[in-house]
């Protein structure tokens, strides 16, 4: 493996801030936030574990497995 030069690890950076940040992580958690009142803090825990913790989970997964064929590669096998 050899090392990435800076513009590719900017590249790499900058994707995956747009993946990640898009308008939804804008315009929904002050939505949410005002919506659920007093309730706030379901509210906001169920939004980190649907929003942050299942991208960091499919992060962690294919940095362990190597690549986005292996992740998927037991989709619809008995």
Do not use: H, K
Request: positive net charge; proline residues 3%; hydrophobic residues 55%.
């Amino acid at each position: 493996m050899q090392a990435l030069t800076l513009r590719q690890r900017s590249l790499v950076g900058l994707t995956l801030f747009a993946m990640f940040f898009g308008a939804g992580n804008v315009i929904f958690p002050p939505y949410l936030g005002l919506e659920s009142g007093s309730a706030w803090l379901g509210g906001f825990s169920a939004y980190f574990i649907a929003d942050i913790g299942l991208a960091m989970l499919a992060m962690f997964a294919l940095l362990r497995v190597g690549s986005s064929e292996a992740v998927v590669s037991r989709v619809g096998q008995i």
